[in-house]
């Protein structure tokens, strides 16, 4: 039995094999329809969201399966005190498969080592969101035909941000892959990243603050949220949240091919008049969060429809 609890759970084959079927699914949705016919999905959300856990739900629908879960923990039996190990001993009697996110780190891998059932982990604290990963790289080898020889930009809460936390993880085993890292010093990637992961994979990297500086030099932007759930202080956060504003002026700045991801959701970070510049592909790339979700959920489950 297999779960998701971080980007490196699959070696880049595996990936090229999944994201190969997510792109059959896109084309042709009808043919999966019925493949999880019987089988249930977990959603077991500690925490907001509306994109991962619908594109979740979503996913399992549309392959023909049923859902069940809980959107918060005050509504489930976390708040009488259940840990997250008895929860999934008891989820994996009524569900084929699990999707969890918890504000805690590594609660879904607590999870994983009590279950019967596949769990993938749909975010845990500000430490790693892997289906966001797995959207963001199938987003971008599907719009740029490849994942390597790419500039990233990866612009705003680099130190909370666990999508950018995985997305790095995920992309330094792609060959020609550098990373221009944009963020206010209080934001930085945190350390363990920058010597762990870049440094010790020696991929080229530089750290800026100013985004203008660098649009040009990109072929991809990686927009992210100030984390406001993660600060310590209410001041430090209202410092913060508006840093970084990618406007119509600063698109004028970046190559005709440079394209604008975000995970979602948006707060300032982009002016809503940048939506209908053809660069900017966050809204495609929740839609291909489904299919990569879809995807996931068939391997995970052993079902193949090929
Ligand atoms: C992200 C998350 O939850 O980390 N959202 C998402 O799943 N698409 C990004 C964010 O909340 O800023």
Do not use: W
């Not at 991962?52 to 549309?62: G, K, P």
């Not at 879960?69 to 976390?78: M, T």
């Not at 707060?267 to 809503?272: F, T």
Request: charged share 25%.
């Amino acid at each position: 039995m297999r779960h998701l609890m971080s980007p490196l759970d699959f070696n880049t084959e595996e990936l090229e094999q999944l994201f190969q079927l997510a792109n059959r699914i896109e084309a042709n949705p009808e043919a999966y329809s019925h493949a999880c016919d019987g089988k249930k999905l977990a959603t077991c959300f500690y925490e907001p969201s509306t994109r991962t856990r619908l594109s979740f739900e979503a996913a399992m629908l549309n392959l023909g399966g049923s859902v069940l879960g809980f959107a918060d923990q005050a509504n489930s039996s976390a708040a009488k005190g259940e840990s997250v190990a008895d929860t999934i001993r008891v989820i994996s009697c009524y569900a084929d498969i699990c999707a969890m996110r918890h504000p805690k780190e590594g609660a879904p891998m607590v999870a994983s080592m009590n279950s019967q059932i596949p769990v993938i982990n749909a975010g845990d604290g500000g430490h790693q969101h892997p289906t966001q990963t797995l959207t963001d790289l199938l987003t971008i080898r599907s719009l740029k035909g490849t994942l390597g020889g790419l500039v990233i930009g990866l612009c705003g809460d680099l130190k909370f941000g666990r999508t950018v936390h995985s997305l790095i993880n995920a992309l330094v085993r792609y060959p020609d892959i550098s990373f221009i890292l944009i963020s206010p010093e209080e934001l930085r990637l945190p350390d363990y990243i920058r010597e762990d992961v870049l440094k010790a994979n020696h991929v080229p990297y530089k750290e800026v603050v100013r985004l203008e500086d660098v649009m040009s030099e990109l072929d991809l932007l990686y927009m992210t949220r100030v984390q406001k759930e993660r600060f310590f202080n209410e001041e430090d956060y209202v410092r913060m949240k508006d840093f970084y504003i990618l406007d119509k002026k600063k698109m004028t700045l970046a190559g005709p091919d440079m394209l604008v991801l975000h995970p979602l959701p948006r707060v300032n970070e982009i002016a809503v008049e940048v939506d209908s510049d053809p660069r900017a592909v966050y809204f495609k790339q929740a839609q291909y969060g489904v299919y990569a979700r879809m995807a996931l959920i068939l391997t995970l489950l052993n079902i193949s429809v090929d």
